[in-house]
């Protein structure tokens, strides 16, 4: 063999060794990224969950409403102003909501690309 053979055998040996150590390490790190995030996407979920409205208020409202008309009569005429078909958010609620869900999309968008790495 030649000084040029020789030099493109030990060139592809020494690269395939190489190569093999960085897609080792990368999956690795996809792994750990994508449990991080699937993590951190639970908790946030869980989080959202418990900053939306009871809709348990309105149902009673509702309910009271429908025993104050059995127990007055049917020409009894209930005052219905103070449901609301929309709840009033303070903008503080407003935003800490959109964080949040910014937050967990972004946690999907990484825990996505994650995937898309270990499958290349």
Not at 79 to 93: A, W
Request: no cysteine; glycine share 6%.
């Amino acid at each position: 063999k030649d000084d040029n053979s020789r030099f493109w055998a030990t060139y592809k040996k020494v690269s395939n060794e190489y190569d093999d150590d960085f897609l080792g390490r990368a999956n690795d790190d996809m792994g750990i990224i994508l449990t991080f995030a699937g993590l951190f996407s639970a908790v946030n979920s869980t989080f959202i969950i418990g900053m939306q409205p009871n809709p348990g208020d309105t149902t009673n409202a509702l309910l009271l409403q429908l025993i104050r008309i059995n127990v007055n009569g049917p020409n009894s005429v209930p005052d219905i102003s103070n449901l609301s078909s929309s709840t009033p958010y303070p903008s503080s609620h407003v935003w800490m909501q959109t964080l949040a869900y910014a937050s967990l999309a972004f946690s999907v968008l990484a825990a996505f690309g994650a995937v898309l790495g270990k499958q290349w």
